[in-house]
Protein backbone atom coordinates (compact mmCIF):
# COMPACT_ATOMS: atom_id res chain seq x y z
CA UNK A 1 0.00 0.00 0.00
CA UNK A 2 1.47 3.55 -1.04
CA UNK A 3 2.03 5.64 2.06
CA UNK A 4 0.40 9.43 2.20
CA UNK A 5 2.55 11.65 0.88
CA UNK A 6 3.31 14.92 2.20
CA UNK A 7 4.68 17.97 -0.15
CA UNK A 8 5.96 20.52 1.65
CA UNK A 9 7.11 23.51 -0.06
CA UNK A 10 9.69 25.66 1.38
CA UNK A 11 12.12 25.18 4.39
CA UNK A 12 11.91 28.17 6.50
CA UNK A 13 10.40 27.91 10.55
CA UNK A 14 7.08 26.65 9.48
CA UNK A 15 7.99 24.24 7.02
CA UNK A 16 10.93 22.60 8.50
CA UNK A 17 8.55 22.38 11.35
CA UNK A 18 6.11 20.14 9.87
CA UNK A 19 8.87 18.06 8.43
CA UNK A 20 10.37 16.79 11.43
CA UNK A 21 7.04 16.68 13.61
CA UNK A 22 6.50 13.98 10.87
CA UNK A 23 9.59 12.30 11.74
CA UNK A 24 7.77 8.98 13.20
CA UNK A 25 4.76 8.78 11.45
CA UNK A 26 3.96 6.51 8.59
CA UNK A 27 4.22 9.21 5.50
CA UNK A 28 6.00 10.38 3.08
CA UNK A 29 7.75 13.92 2.80
CA UNK A 30 8.74 15.68 0.25
CA UNK A 31 10.42 19.24 1.18
CA UNK A 32 10.42 21.74 -1.88
CA UNK A 33 12.77 24.67 -1.61
CA UNK A 34 14.47 26.74 -3.84
CA UNK A 35 17.77 26.43 -1.95
CA UNK A 36 19.72 23.41 -0.11
CA UNK A 37 19.90 25.32 3.24
CA UNK A 38 17.50 26.05 6.28
CA UNK A 39 17.93 29.89 6.95
CA UNK A 40 18.05 31.29 10.61
CA UNK A 41 16.38 35.13 9.80
CA UNK A 42 16.93 36.41 12.84
CA UNK A 43 20.49 36.16 12.85
CA UNK A 44 20.97 37.13 9.47
CA UNK A 45 22.14 40.86 9.81
CA UNK A 46 24.88 39.29 11.58
CA UNK A 47 26.39 37.64 8.84
CA UNK A 48 26.17 40.60 6.77
CA UNK A 49 28.56 43.13 9.46
CA UNK A 50 30.67 40.17 9.46
CA UNK A 51 29.91 38.76 12.75
CA UNK A 52 29.15 35.27 11.94
CA UNK A 53 30.20 32.94 8.87
CA UNK A 54 27.04 31.83 6.41
CA UNK A 55 27.30 28.55 7.21
CA UNK A 56 26.80 28.95 10.81
CA UNK A 57 23.05 29.94 10.64
CA UNK A 58 22.00 27.90 7.32
CA UNK A 59 22.44 24.28 7.97
CA UNK A 60 21.94 21.97 4.81
CA UNK A 61 18.88 20.37 4.45
CA UNK A 62 20.13 17.33 3.84
CA UNK A 63 22.56 17.16 7.02
CA UNK A 64 19.24 18.27 8.98
CA UNK A 65 17.30 15.42 8.31
CA UNK A 66 19.92 12.58 7.50
CA UNK A 67 18.42 10.02 10.48
CA UNK A 68 14.30 10.83 9.17
CA UNK A 69 14.00 8.04 6.33
CA UNK A 70 10.56 9.38 5.94
CA UNK A 71 11.82 13.32 4.27
CA UNK A 72 13.51 13.90 1.04
CA UNK A 73 14.73 16.87 -0.32
CA UNK A 74 13.98 18.14 -3.85
CA UNK A 75 16.42 21.66 -4.74
CA UNK A 76 13.54 23.52 -7.29
CA UNK A 77 11.31 26.33 -7.42
CA UNK A 78 7.75 25.94 -6.99
CA UNK A 79 6.00 27.93 -10.24
CA UNK A 80 1.92 27.02 -10.33
CA UNK A 81 -0.22 24.41 -8.21
CA UNK A 82 -3.25 22.27 -9.55
CA UNK A 83 -5.10 21.33 -6.42
CA UNK A 84 -7.94 19.49 -8.54
CA UNK A 85 -5.14 16.97 -9.61
CA UNK A 86 -3.10 17.00 -6.87
CA UNK A 87 0.06 18.29 -7.81
CA UNK A 88 2.65 21.00 -8.03
CA UNK A 89 4.77 22.07 -10.60
CA UNK A 90 8.17 22.57 -10.16
CA UNK A 91 11.45 23.72 -12.17
CA UNK A 92 14.52 21.75 -11.45
CA UNK A 93 18.44 22.41 -11.49
CA UNK A 94 19.03 20.69 -15.29
CA UNK A 95 16.27 22.80 -16.44
CA UNK A 96 13.64 20.97 -16.75
CA UNK A 97 10.30 20.64 -14.59
CA UNK A 98 8.26 18.28 -12.60
CA UNK A 99 4.68 17.98 -11.57
CA UNK A 100 5.26 16.29 -7.96
CA UNK A 101 2.15 14.61 -6.23
CA UNK A 102 0.43 15.02 -2.98
CA UNK A 103 -2.03 13.57 -1.04
CA UNK A 104 -1.53 16.72 1.86
CA UNK A 105 0.17 19.45 0.36
CA UNK A 106 1.87 22.35 2.88
CA UNK A 107 3.31 25.50 1.80
CA UNK A 108 5.04 28.14 3.63
CA UNK A 109 7.01 29.90 1.30
CA UNK A 110 7.71 32.90 3.40
CA UNK A 111 7.98 36.77 2.78
CA UNK A 112 9.83 39.02 0.61
CA UNK A 113 10.36 43.15 1.02
CA UNK A 114 8.16 45.80 0.01
CA UNK A 115 9.21 48.86 -1.24
CA UNK A 116 5.74 50.51 -0.87
CA UNK A 117 5.89 50.74 -4.43
CA UNK A 118 9.25 51.78 -5.10
CA UNK A 119 10.60 49.15 -6.41
CA UNK A 120 13.42 50.57 -8.33
CA UNK A 121 14.96 51.95 -4.68
CA UNK A 122 16.11 47.96 -4.69
CA UNK A 123 19.53 49.02 -6.53
CA UNK A 124 20.69 51.61 -4.40
CA UNK A 125 18.75 50.16 -1.42
CA UNK A 126 19.37 46.52 -0.86
CA UNK A 127 17.28 44.47 1.34
CA UNK A 128 19.13 41.57 3.37
CA UNK A 129 15.83 38.70 3.17
CA UNK A 130 18.23 35.67 1.74
CA UNK A 131 21.86 34.43 2.57
CA UNK A 132 23.32 35.68 -0.16
CA UNK A 133 22.05 39.07 -0.22
CA UNK A 134 23.51 39.12 3.57
CA UNK A 135 26.95 38.05 1.94
CA UNK A 136 26.07 40.98 -1.15
CA UNK A 137 25.81 43.14 2.15
CA UNK A 138 28.81 42.30 3.93
CA UNK A 139 30.74 42.97 1.06
CA UNK A 140 29.32 46.31 0.02
CA UNK A 141 29.81 47.46 3.95
CA UNK A 142 33.53 46.26 4.28
CA UNK A 143 34.04 47.80 0.28
CA UNK A 144 32.98 51.48 2.04
CA UNK A 145 35.58 50.96 4.42
CA UNK A 146 38.45 50.11 1.55
CA UNK A 147 37.37 52.54 -0.70
CA UNK A 148 37.24 55.45 2.48
CA UNK A 149 41.11 55.10 2.22
CA UNK A 150 41.63 55.98 -1.01
CA UNK A 151 39.08 58.48 -1.51
CA UNK A 152 39.74 62.30 -1.46
CA UNK A 153 36.58 62.59 0.91
CA UNK A 154 36.13 59.76 2.85
CA UNK A 155 33.24 60.85 5.17
CA UNK A 156 30.63 60.32 1.87
CA UNK A 157 31.94 56.55 2.11
CA UNK A 158 31.64 56.36 5.97
CA UNK A 159 27.84 57.48 5.98
CA UNK A 160 25.19 54.85 6.73
CA UNK A 161 21.57 54.47 6.46
CA UNK A 162 19.39 51.96 7.56
CA UNK A 163 15.39 52.77 6.49
CA UNK A 164 13.52 50.90 8.61
CA UNK A 165 13.49 51.00 12.83
CA UNK A 166 11.52 47.67 13.35
CA UNK A 167 14.39 44.92 15.27
CA UNK A 168 15.65 44.20 12.17
CA UNK A 169 16.94 47.70 11.53
CA UNK A 170 17.70 48.24 15.09
CA UNK A 171 20.22 45.18 14.87
CA UNK A 172 21.99 46.33 11.67
CA UNK A 173 22.62 50.14 12.97
CA UNK A 174 23.76 48.46 16.53
CA UNK A 175 26.10 46.09 14.40
CA UNK A 176 26.86 48.79 12.16
CA UNK A 177 28.37 51.24 14.53
CA UNK A 178 30.26 48.17 16.71
CA UNK A 179 31.74 47.32 13.78
CA UNK A 180 32.97 50.79 13.09
CA UNK A 181 34.14 51.50 15.76
CA UNK A 182 35.62 48.27 17.90
CA UNK A 183 36.27 45.26 15.20
CA UNK A 184 37.90 47.87 12.08
CA UNK A 185 39.33 50.46 14.87
CA UNK A 186 42.60 49.36 14.80
CA UNK A 187 42.74 47.82 11.24
CA UNK A 188 41.63 50.86 9.08
CA UNK A 189 44.59 53.40 10.85
CA UNK A 190 44.09 55.99 7.72
CA UNK A 191 40.41 56.21 8.93
CA UNK A 192 39.12 58.36 11.78
CA UNK A 193 36.22 55.92 13.21
CA UNK A 194 34.30 59.64 14.09
CA UNK A 195 34.39 59.87 10.57
CA UNK A 196 31.42 57.13 10.54
CA UNK A 197 27.97 58.43 9.94
CA UNK A 198 25.35 55.86 10.11
CA UNK A 199 21.27 57.01 9.78
CA UNK A 200 18.45 54.99 11.22
CA UNK A 201 15.24 56.05 10.02
CA UNK A 202 11.37 55.51 9.79
CA UNK A 203 7.85 56.61 9.18
CA UNK A 204 6.68 55.68 12.37
CA UNK A 205 6.92 57.91 15.24
CA UNK A 206 9.13 55.15 17.34
CA UNK A 207 11.54 52.57 16.95
CA UNK A 208 10.86 49.27 17.71
CA UNK A 209 7.10 49.63 17.59
CA UNK A 210 5.86 46.86 19.02
CA UNK A 211 8.05 47.17 21.93
CA UNK A 212 6.69 48.91 25.74
CA UNK A 213 7.47 52.84 25.77
CA UNK A 214 10.49 51.85 28.54
CA UNK A 215 12.03 49.66 26.19
CA UNK A 216 11.46 51.60 22.70
CA UNK A 217 13.15 54.68 25.19
CA UNK A 218 16.06 52.68 26.25
CA UNK A 219 16.88 51.47 22.56
CA UNK A 220 16.65 55.33 21.18
CA UNK A 221 19.40 56.18 23.99
CA UNK A 222 21.37 53.24 23.63
CA UNK A 223 21.75 53.78 19.90
CA UNK A 224 22.44 57.83 19.92
CA UNK A 225 25.13 56.70 22.51
CA UNK A 226 26.91 54.49 19.49
CA UNK A 227 26.92 57.40 17.44
CA UNK A 228 23.44 56.43 15.32
CA UNK A 229 21.38 59.25 14.23
CA UNK A 230 17.81 58.41 14.60
CA UNK A 231 15.17 60.05 12.52
CA UNK A 232 11.40 58.75 13.01
CA UNK A 233 8.40 60.18 11.39
CA UNK A 234 10.96 60.11 8.34
CA UNK A 235 9.15 59.26 5.29
CA UNK A 236 11.53 58.22 2.66
CA UNK A 237 10.46 60.14 -0.89
CA UNK A 238 13.30 58.69 -2.88
CA UNK A 239 16.29 57.17 -2.96
CA UNK A 240 19.50 57.88 -4.90
CA UNK A 241 22.95 56.60 -5.33
CA UNK A 242 24.64 58.76 -2.29
CA UNK A 243 21.52 59.34 -0.11
CA UNK A 244 17.92 59.27 0.27
CA UNK A 245 15.67 62.37 0.99
CA UNK A 246 12.59 62.11 3.00
CA UNK A 247 9.41 63.44 2.16
CA UNK A 248 9.61 66.75 4.52
CA UNK A 249 12.96 67.21 2.61
CA UNK A 250 15.73 66.41 4.67
CA UNK A 251 18.22 64.94 3.07
CA UNK A 252 20.50 62.10 4.03
CA UNK A 253 24.05 61.59 2.10
CA UNK A 254 24.84 57.75 2.22
CA UNK A 255 26.71 55.91 0.09
CA UNK A 256 25.76 52.76 1.66
CA UNK A 257 22.04 52.69 2.40
CA UNK A 258 19.93 49.29 3.33
CA UNK A 259 16.35 48.70 3.22
CA UNK A 260 14.78 46.96 6.24
CA UNK A 261 11.24 48.85 5.97
CA UNK A 262 8.56 46.37 5.23
CA UNK A 263 7.61 42.99 3.64
CA UNK A 264 4.98 41.08 2.05
CA UNK A 265 3.68 37.52 1.24
CA UNK A 266 5.43 35.36 -1.14
CA UNK A 267 4.01 35.55 -4.76
CA UNK A 268 3.03 31.78 -4.06
CA UNK A 269 0.62 33.15 -1.90
CA UNK A 270 -1.61 34.32 -4.16
CA UNK A 271 -1.41 31.37 -6.47
CA UNK A 272 -2.32 29.73 -3.87
CA UNK A 273 -5.34 31.53 -2.97
CA UNK A 274 -5.55 31.12 -7.27
CA UNK A 275 -5.88 27.59 -7.09
CA UNK A 276 -8.14 27.30 -4.32
CA UNK A 277 -10.37 30.03 -4.14
CA UNK A 278 -9.25 31.44 -0.91
CA UNK A 279 -8.66 34.98 0.22
CA UNK A 280 -5.64 37.23 0.36
CA UNK A 281 -5.18 40.36 2.69
CA UNK A 282 -3.63 43.37 1.82
CA UNK A 283 -0.62 42.29 2.63
CA UNK A 284 -0.69 39.70 0.23
CA UNK A 285 -0.96 36.65 2.83
CA UNK A 286 -3.23 34.00 2.03
CA UNK A 287 -6.36 33.90 4.35
CA UNK A 288 -6.45 30.25 6.34
CA UNK A 289 -8.66 28.88 9.31
CA UNK A 290 -7.21 29.69 12.09
CA UNK A 291 -7.93 26.24 13.85
CA UNK A 292 -5.91 23.88 11.81
CA UNK A 293 -4.17 26.87 9.35
CA UNK A 294 -6.59 25.08 6.44
CA UNK A 295 -6.91 26.34 3.20
CA UNK A 296 -9.22 23.46 1.68
CA UNK A 297 -9.22 20.05 3.12
CA UNK A 298 -5.94 18.80 1.65
CA UNK A 299 -4.17 22.09 1.86
CA UNK A 300 -2.59 24.02 3.92
CA UNK A 301 -0.14 27.50 4.70
CA UNK A 302 1.25 29.19 7.22
CA UNK A 303 4.44 31.52 8.27
CA UNK A 304 4.68 34.74 6.85
CA UNK A 305 2.44 34.02 3.48
CA UNK A 306 -0.50 33.20 5.80
CA UNK A 307 -2.98 34.80 7.88
CA UNK A 308 -3.10 32.99 11.12
CA UNK A 309 -5.57 35.61 12.80
CA UNK A 310 -3.15 38.00 11.82
CA UNK A 311 -0.21 37.03 14.12
CA UNK A 312 3.19 38.80 13.80
CA UNK A 313 5.65 37.43 10.94
CA UNK A 314 8.13 36.33 12.93
CA UNK A 315 9.69 33.13 13.89
CA UNK A 316 8.16 32.13 16.90
CA UNK A 317 4.17 32.29 14.95
CA UNK A 318 5.69 30.07 11.77
CA UNK A 319 7.72 27.78 14.40
CA UNK A 320 4.43 26.95 16.23
CA UNK A 321 2.23 26.71 13.14
CA UNK A 322 4.28 24.31 11.83
CA UNK A 323 4.69 21.75 14.69
CA UNK A 324 0.85 22.02 14.93
CA UNK A 325 -0.31 21.05 11.21
CA UNK A 326 2.33 18.42 11.45
CA UNK A 327 -0.10 17.57 14.77
CA UNK A 328 -3.32 17.71 12.41
CA UNK A 329 -1.93 15.96 9.79
CA UNK A 330 -1.15 12.70 11.96
CA UNK A 331 -4.47 13.18 13.77
CA UNK A 332 -6.37 13.26 10.41
CA UNK A 333 -4.36 9.70 9.37
CA UNK A 334 -5.24 7.81 12.62
CA UNK A 335 -9.10 9.01 12.18
CA UNK A 336 -8.83 11.69 15.27
CA UNK A 337 -9.18 15.53 15.23
CA UNK A 338 -6.79 17.97 16.56
CA UNK A 339 -7.14 20.30 18.66
CA UNK A 340 -7.70 24.00 18.06
CA UNK A 341 -4.03 26.14 17.44
CA UNK A 342 -3.56 28.33 19.93
CA UNK A 343 -0.94 30.41 19.80
CA UNK A 344 1.76 30.80 22.81
CA UNK A 345 3.37 34.46 22.66
CA UNK A 346 6.96 34.33 23.83
CA UNK A 347 7.34 38.10 23.80
CA UNK A 348 9.43 39.98 20.87
CA UNK A 349 13.43 40.52 21.17
CA UNK A 350 15.86 42.83 19.95
CA UNK A 351 19.83 43.19 20.45
CA UNK A 352 21.41 47.06 20.37
CA UNK A 353 24.91 45.97 21.09
CA UNK A 354 27.33 43.00 22.24
CA UNK A 355 26.32 43.58 25.76
CA UNK A 356 22.75 45.39 25.50
CA UNK A 357 19.39 44.29 24.20
CA UNK A 358 15.53 44.59 25.04
CA UNK A 359 13.14 41.78 25.60
CA UNK A 360 9.26 42.13 26.25
CA UNK A 361 8.02 39.09 27.36
CA UNK A 362 4.81 39.63 28.89
CA UNK A 363 4.33 41.74 32.26
CA UNK A 364 8.17 41.42 31.73
CA UNK A 365 10.35 44.28 30.57
CA UNK A 366 14.21 43.38 30.38
CA UNK A 367 17.12 45.37 29.10
CA UNK A 368 20.92 45.46 29.40
CA UNK A 369 22.94 43.24 30.30
CA UNK A 370 19.72 40.80 31.25
CA UNK A 371 17.94 41.35 28.26
CA UNK A 372 20.55 40.04 25.81
CA UNK A 373 21.40 37.23 28.31
CA UNK A 374 17.20 36.37 27.20
CA UNK A 375 17.52 37.32 23.83
CA UNK A 376 20.92 34.85 23.57
CA UNK A 377 19.32 32.27 25.17
CA UNK A 378 16.57 32.40 22.91
CA UNK A 379 18.16 32.56 19.57
CA UNK A 380 20.66 29.82 20.29
CA UNK A 381 17.50 27.33 21.75
CA UNK A 382 16.43 27.95 18.03
CA UNK A 383 18.78 27.26 16.21
CA UNK A 384 18.97 24.33 13.93
CA UNK A 385 22.04 21.62 15.24
CA UNK A 386 24.28 21.51 18.02
CA UNK A 387 26.88 22.46 16.33
CA UNK A 388 25.98 25.25 14.69
CA UNK A 389 24.90 26.62 18.59
CA UNK A 390 28.33 25.72 19.93
CA UNK A 391 29.83 27.77 16.73
CA UNK A 392 27.69 30.75 17.52
CA UNK A 393 27.99 31.15 21.02
CA UNK A 394 31.55 31.00 20.39
CA UNK A 395 31.50 33.89 18.47
CA UNK A 396 29.70 36.07 20.11
CA UNK A 397 32.31 35.07 23.50
CA UNK A 398 35.02 36.15 21.06
CA UNK A 399 33.34 39.24 20.10
CA UNK A 400 32.33 40.40 23.43
CA UNK A 401 35.99 40.10 24.65
CA UNK A 402 37.63 41.08 21.79
CA UNK A 403 35.45 43.25 19.18
CA UNK A 404 36.71 40.78 16.44
CA UNK A 405 34.67 39.50 13.87
CA UNK A 406 35.15 36.34 12.15
CA UNK A 407 34.10 37.17 8.47
CA UNK A 408 35.45 40.20 7.67
CA UNK A 409 36.07 39.40 4.06
CA UNK A 410 34.81 40.44 0.24
CA UNK A 411 34.18 37.99 -1.62
CA UNK A 412 34.03 39.50 -5.14
CA UNK A 413 37.69 40.73 -6.23
CA UNK A 414 38.81 43.88 -7.51
CA UNK A 415 38.40 44.69 -11.14
CA UNK A 416 40.27 45.92 -13.28
CA UNK A 417 39.25 49.53 -14.74
CA UNK A 418 37.99 48.88 -18.46
CA UNK A 419 40.18 52.26 -20.52
CA UNK A 420 39.62 53.02 -24.24
Known sequence: MNKHRVVVVGGGFGGLGVVRGLKRADVQVTLVDRTNHHLFQPLLYQVATAL??????????????????????????????????????????????????????????????????????????????????????????????????????????????????????????????????????????????????????????????????????????????????????????????????????????????????????????????????????????IVVNPADCSVTDDVFALGDMANVDDLPGIAEPALQEGHHVARVIKARLSGRRAKPFRYLDLGTMATISPGDAVADIKKLRLKGIIGKAAWAGVHIAFLVGWRNRLAVLTQWGWNLVTGRRAQPIILEPMRAIVRK
Do not use: C
Not at 179 to 187: E, F, I, T
Not at 205 to 217: D, K, N, T, Y
Open 52 to 285: LPAGDIAPAFRAILRRQRNAHVLLGEVTGFDTAAKRVLVDLPDGTSRHVEYDTLVVAAGSRDSYFGNDQWAESAPPMKTLEQAVDLRSKLLRAFETAVVADDPKQWLSFAVVGAGPTGVELAGQIADLARRALKGQFREIDPRDVRITLLDAVPHVLPPFSAELREHARVKLERLGVTVMTSAMVDSIDAEGLTTKDGDRVEARTIIWAAGVQASPLARALAEATGAETDRKGR
